[in-house]
């Protein structure tokens, strides 16, 4: 069994390059596995996560016993994402940029999955992640060409993020140009990248 988790973040929901081209990838995925594959999605422009509160953190720190009702319905926000997360053993992003960065909606996820004791530890040598063994596959869509560039703010940050909670095996899947005169081309690009990486986990 293969548990995938696909999380989409593009504010054009299923018209997105990014998501269009990751569920791309995971039907591919299903036909070409040869175990199990058990999808779960999760849409962060359909079912958008507010930001991070003081509030919502200090429900996280407070003993489950001691928590208030309204308490226990914070942290079951980030408890559940993150009981998402620990049951799967591929994580699929569909990524898209914008002005630059990820969108807020997908920070706001890592907000709630980058936690202190749970996703990760602080040791004398620093943090070590805990969600070990588990793979990633960044789709990231893109108007413009970036790869490579110091303005490709997107690729060093998802690799730190997710090493941060223990998930270093991580592959990009660039998708560029896509509001330029070369879109078609650079999404069989795309598609042709797409095998490369299914190999690599079939």
Known sequence: MNNVLLVNSSIN?????????????????????????????????????????QAEMGAWMTPANERTDGQSQLADISDSLVAELQNTDTLVIGMPMYNFGIPSTFKAWIDRIARAGITFKYTEQGPVGLLEGKKAIIVAARGGMYQGTPKDSQTQYLKDVLAFIGITDVQFIYAEGLAMPAKEENILGAKQAMDVVLESLI
């Open 13 to 53: 929901g299923k018209l997105g390059n990014s998501n269009i081209l990751s569920h791309e990838f995971v039907t591919r995925l299903k036909g070409k596995a040869k175990t199990q594959v058990n999808l779960v999605s999760r849409d962060l422009s359909q079912d958008a996560l507010p930001h991070l509160t």
